[in-house]
């Protein structure tokens, strides 16, 4: 054994360090998983969730661009698509659907989602929001996106906690 192992080994001073680095790592480790991983899972679910709406948002604007002649049938409001995604899990978007989703450029094949899904018409606007409980907690955050039929009046993408 050489001199700095029978150091640590072999001496009162080396047993405590040991245990107080072995806690530092423990304690590390510990940050890591309950502080550090929720908060960059968060930070890529608003980073998904905004950029899923955007696409969303230029699909029904080209949408309703090529539809200027005959309305497009969409509905006044959808139950949250797909209807459960476990917490800080994701999901199939299951068949059949309303036609709303294709329109809005999700998958139709065995795709699966992080996300929840719901879109509203109101008057001459229209509202699609995406929804996670990324940190199990039962508060979800909520991606809104809002639009007009005339054209983007302006795409506010805003993240907020909201239990349901």
């Excluded at 696409?55 to 949250?80: F, H, Q, S, V």
């Excluded at 699966?112 to 719901?118: G, N, P």
């Amino acid at each position: 054994m050489n001199k700095i192992a029978a150091f640590f080994w072999r001496t009162r001073t080396g047993r405590i360090l040991l245990v107080v680095g072995a806690a530092m790592g423990v304690a590390y480790g510990l940050r890591v998983a309950l502080v550090d991983l929720p908060a960059m899972r968060a930070k890529e679910a608003a980073r998904i969730g905004a950029a899923t709406l955007e696409e969303m948002g230029e699909r029904l604007a080209d949408a309703l661009d090529t539809a200027e002649d005959k309305p497009l049938d969409l509905p006044t409001l959808t139950e949250w698509y797909p209807a459960n995604v476990p917490c800080a899990a994701d999901a199939p978007l299951p068949m059949p659907r309303e036609a709303v989703w294709d329109v809005l450029g999700l998958p139709a094949d065995d795709s699966r989602t992080k996300f929840q899904y719901r879109f509203q018409k109101n008057g001459a606007g229209y509202e699609i929001r995406a929804r996670r409980d990324s940190d199990c907690d039962g508060l979800y955050a909520v991606w809104l996106l809002s639009m007009s039929s005339s054209g983007v009046l302006g795409r506010e993408v805003t993240a907020q906690n909201i239990q349901e």
